[in-house]
């Protein structure tokens, strides 16, 4: 039997197979920052298509610290009927879901919010320093602070029925920032060495479960390398992997990159080793290698393709989970056919709109996905041949009019 038909448990949760949605952004809220019809619409379709389980994409938890437009914002119990709808979906189709919670730090466009904040004033390199902006540095009672809201909006997701949260640890988001030292100057007991580097993650993850059932899954997200000069050391990185997984994480995700060097969605897999090219997956060396420091359950994402190389990866013991994310955006159905021994119809390739600066950026590879997110909840069917030119002015200019209501509401505020 195929390993990614094979059911498999954490912490008494049962999984169906070994196949998990990673989590994609769906830009479908309102401008409130709320789920509604066509979230339950998108991730019903995913149901029906055989997943085991499915990561949602960045849900903030914080209103005043989006990533973009259309994101959802858990803060408070005010949607907890459509979360519970959301919920609900899984259940009855036998797909848990895991609420990714994130709070992007710098990683926002200039204009979407008042301010931007981070564990330093960094600002971004000239290339994205257009587009993003310096952000200010965050005081000791606002970190305490963002580490409850981490800790309320994952009490919210168990209320709702979700059967667990994914911490955003990786690509370049607050906490990835808190661990690389490219982002994090501080002198305080947040910054300096890995140890205090690494205290945001931990203090979140222990306010997450203090306030969490036994039953409930916390995974995390995290980076097996920058792919920066003068990022995070692979020592350093192990140490996190082996801190979280002592504290008690139920599931670690390996990826790798942030936006000024997007190695997660396949800018650098020109770059590695032929035999990593062979075996598909993008970070399964590394997988390999921490999976010798580890007890927790690892999933591995991006890159795979095949039924063969997927097998391989859960066969080796390298990873416990299969993750895949880019062509469940145009191939709803796919969990029922690679586990009926069919490849990936669809391997597309990195989305370029010709425009050289948004495609070095890699945000073309959030925003064509979300297109055929849309189109997936209203009951239509992806189009891989979607234009990214027309993808990406229509996001500009949905980008400068959630810009444009921002400056007003502050000024109403005011």
Known sequence: MSHLAEAISIRNTPFKNRIIKGAMSEALANDAGQPGQLHLGLYEAWAKGGLGCAITGNVMVDFRAKNEPGVVVI??????????????????????????????????PKGLNKETVAPSAVPFSPMLATTFGTP???????????????????????????EGVQLHGAHGYLISQFLSPLTNKRQDQWGGSIENRMRFLLEIYKAVRAVTSDKF??????????????????????????????????????????????????ARADKRK??????????????????????????????????????????????DFIGIARPLAVETDLTNRLIAGEDVRYAV?????????????????????????????????????????????????????????????????A
Not at 221 to 249: C, H, M, W, Y
Not at 368 to 379: L, M, T, V
């Open 75 to 108: 803060e408070s119990e005010r949607d907890l009927v459509q979360l519970k709808q959301w919920a609900e979906i899984g259940k009855k189709h036998g797909m848990v879901q895991l609420i990714q919670l994130s709070h992007p730090g710098r990683q926002c």
């Open 136 to 162: 200010r540095e965050l005081l000791e009672e606002e970190i305490l602070d963002i580490i409850q809201r981490f800790a309320t909006s994952a009490q919210i997701c168990e209320k709702a029925g979700f």
């Open 217 to 266: 899954i916390i995974s995390v997200k995290l980076n097996s390398a920058d792919f920066q000069r003068g990022g995070i050391t692979e020592d350093e990185v192990i140490a996190v992997f082996k801190a979280i997984d002592t504290a008690g994480i139920d599931l670690i995700e390996i990826s790798g990159g942030t936006y000024e060097a997007p190695a997660m969605a396949g």
């Open 274 to 319: 032929i035999s990593t090219i062979a075996r598909e997956a993008y970070f399964l060396d590394f997988a390999e290698q921490i999976r010798q420091q580890v007890k927790c359950h690892l999933m591995v994402t991006g890159g795979f393709r095949t039924v063969e190389g997927m097998n391989a990866a859960l066969d080796s013991g390298a990873c």
């Open 349 to 413: 390739d990195k989305i370029k709109t010709g425009i050289p600066m948004v495609d070095k950026m890699a945000i073309m590879e959030i925003i064509w996905y979300a297109a055929q997110f849309k189109e997936i909840a209203r009951g239509k069917r992806p189009n891989p041949k979607l234009s990214p030119l027309k993808v990406f002015f229509k996001y500009a200019k949905g980008n400068i009019t959630a810009m444009i209501k921002g400056r007003v509401n502050s000024r109403r505020s």
